[in-house]
């Protein structure tokens, strides 16, 4: 078969399942293009959008307001727009933009080739069908250098948190079938790969309405159980739905890293009550105990929301509090964005900006309080670390990833990208370690041959 001629630059916005969206897209039109790091000799032009704030929403205007130009000068460029912004604005987003030939949404991206060939024919196709599906393959191709897998493992949610927008713009939760979801790690694996992460909004629901009986603890025992595998991470974990199973999982599977993204949201009753998250302040931190108590030494990430409506002084407070008390690792932290068509957005007591702005400034300045303490307490520790790239403190160092999460920059050379090695943690900085490698690299395959042409995606 002759190769594809024609080049695709992808834009991606948002979070690490808009990137594994970007790898499918990249994936369904192998067959007639190439992909391009350089946007300027792109014959197709993707963005793939992120809805989950107003800011970031923007951005993607921002960039189509920019594009007009670039269409103008290049007319036979093809121009989309995919992902969550696209679902929600539909026919909209293609009124608002002329120089747009095309729109899909979340669930459009399995259907690309064929709407690109329309859009090419000068149909300005929009496909925002939600019907919550997958690939009917395993992905067997990976992009870049097979180091790091991002896997889904289902998609869309059935929470309805009252600020979010996800369920209306990835629909109803469906989970994958394990057979397809082990054959994708398995091939990963077999290129050469040594980190997965399993992706889903809510994994901890994983396997309700499959016909095999499967829980979640139950697919990672499984996936941890493939021949090769290094480390074992997923995201995102909804603390109603954190089992006991789960914990043990984390005492038992030597690949699962010690870390966990467990996002509380609040630290206060009431609001955790008005965003529908179904567990209260004491539940959470009774998790985090017992969390704790089975794996010592496990790192936690949140994510935090301030100026919810009707949040007040004293809620904020106790959120503060609430992370002081769970000694967060790191967190993630938005001021509230009401969102069309989420309840919350019509919730009086909407509050205003300056109040949000002050509020994130102080939450902020609490966690970087708490990740330099967490990260003092490393110092002189011996730990293991996946050299994942180039850093990006010093072009002469490289940086790479504790089990724990944490980023660490140290001297050696590009050959050990790749690698497994083990690493003294010398100094604590707000946002990242320094280390000392105490040995060549643990496996004994470097990663450099095989690295993309442009370091620039390995670096962190
Ligand atoms: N499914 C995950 C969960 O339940 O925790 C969250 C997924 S969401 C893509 C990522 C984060 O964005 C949320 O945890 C929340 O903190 C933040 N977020 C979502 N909607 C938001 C909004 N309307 N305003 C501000 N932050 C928001
Ligand atoms: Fe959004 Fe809540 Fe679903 Fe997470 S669980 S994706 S915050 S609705």
New binding site residues.
């Given amino acids: 078969m002759a190769l594809p001629t024609k080049k695709v630059y992808i834009r991606t916005f948002g979070?690490q399942m808009n990137v594994a969206d970007s790898e499918v897209m990249a994936q369904v039109l192998a067959d007639d293009y190439v992909l391009t790091e350089r946007a300027e000799e792109a014959d197709l032009y993707l963005i793939n959008t992120c809805a989950?704030?107003r800011k970031s929403e923007e951005k993607v205007r921002s960039l189509l307001g920019s594009l007009k130009v670039w269409k103008k000068r290049r007319p036979q460029l093809v121009l989309g727009v995919g992902g969550c912004v696209a679902q929600q604005e539909g026919e909209r987003l293609l009124a608002a933009a002329p120089h747009l030939d095309l729109i899909f949404g979340t669930q459009g991206i399995y259907r690309l080739p064929e709407l690109v060939r329309r859009a090419w024919m000068g149909a300005r196709p929009v496909d925002v069908e939600l019907a919550p599906c997958f690939p009917p393959l395993p992905r067997r191709q990976w992009l870049g250098a097979p180091l790091q897998a991002l896997v889904t493992i289902m998609q869309g949610?059935n929470?309805f948190?009252t600020?979010?927008?996800?369920p209306y713009v990835r629909g109803r939760e469906m989970s994958r079938e394990p057979g397809v979801i082990l054959t994708e790690a398995s091939a990963f694996l077999a290129a050469g790969g040594k980190e997965i992460t399993l992706l889903g909004?809510?994994v901890n629901s994983y396997g309700r309405g499959l016909p095999e009986s499967v829980t979640f603890p139950q697919l990672l025992r499984r996936v941890a159980a493939l021949p090769g595998l290094n480390r074992l991470r997923f995201a995102?974990s909804?603390p109603r739905d954190l089992s006991p199973d789960l914990r043990l999982a984390f005492a038992e599977l030597p690949p699962l890293c010690e870390h966990l993204h467990l996002?509380v949201?609040s630290g206060a009753n009431r609001i955790l009550q008005a965003m529908n998250r179904g567990y209260t302040r004491e539940e959470y931190l009774e998790k985090v105990a017992w969390l704790r108590q089975a794996c010592p030494g496990i790192a936690l990430s949140t994510?935090?929301?301030v100026g919810f409506p009707g949040e007040t002084d004293s809620d904020f407070a106790q959120t503060l509090d609430l992370m002081r008390e769970a000694a967060f690792d790191q967190a993630?932290s938005?001021?509230?964005?009401?969102?069309p068509q989420?309840r919350a957005a019509g919730f009086p007591d909407q509050l205003p900006e300056e109040v949000k702005a002050e509020r994130l400034t102080r939450l902020q300045s609490l966690q970087d309080e708490l990740t330099i303490k967490a990260h003092r307490g490393l110092l002189g520790q011996v730990r293991e670390v996946l050299v994942e790239g180039l850093s990006r403190r010093s072009p002469d160092q490289l940086c790479g990833r504790l089990r724990t999460n944490q980023v660490v920059n140290f001297p050696g050379p590009r050959e050990w990208i790749g690698s497994l090695m083990l690493l003294q943690i010398t100094e604590a900085h707000p946002h990242s370690l320094q280390g000392r490698p105490l040995e060549v690299p643990l496996t004994s395959q470097p990663l450099a041959d095989r690295l993309p042409a442009s370091p620039k995606e390995l670096s962190c």
């Fill in positions: 979070c989950i704030r949610c929470n948190c600020f979010c927008v996800v909004q809510n995102t909804h996002p949201q994510d935090l929301i993630f938005f001021k509230y964005s009401p969102r989420t």
